[in-house]
Nanobody, 121 residues
Framework: QVQLVESGGGSVQSGGSLRLSCAAS?????MGWFRQAPGKGREGVAV???????RYADSVKGRFTISQDNAQNTLYLEMNSLKPEDTAMYYC??????????????????RGQGTQVTVSS
């Protein structure tokens, strides 16, 4: 089992920045973030593979950066130039399977409780 605990959400004005953190217990191979806004479906935001490669949703490319500190077993999501449409609950995900490199964050087995991000105009 992998436990994931997110932190760092909050309220900011449009154009502002936030950094989300996700502390993981146990071994993980791939990790990522997805978000879900009220009344909308889940959207994969970013993923980092076992080899350290990253992929982003088109909606956040150039504004968000996913990274991880392997020594601390912590995942980060640096979010800049935030827009009101970024408002959502953000969830950290993880997977241990060797095949996770070819899959997106929405397919990961483990998920945290989420942290709320609210961007006002």
């Amino acid at each position: 089992q992998v436990q994931l605990v997110e932190s760092g959400g909050g309220s900011v004005q449009s154009g502002g920045s936030l950094r989300l953190s996700c502390a993981a217990s146990g071994y993980t191979s791939c990790m990522g973030w997805f978000r879900q806004a009220p009344g909308k479906g889940r959207e994969g935001v970013a993923v980092i593979t076992s080899r350290g490669s990253t992929r982003y949703a088109d909606s956040v490319k150039g504004r968000f950066t996913i990274s991880q500190d392997n020594a601390q077993n912590t995942l980060y999501l640096e979010m800049n130039s935030l827009k009101p449409e970024d408002t959502a609950m953000y969830y950290c995900t993880a997977d241990r399977a060797p095949t996770c490199d070819s899959r997106g964050t929405l397919s990961h087995v483990y998920r945290g409780q989420g942290t709320q991000v609210t961007v006002s105009s």
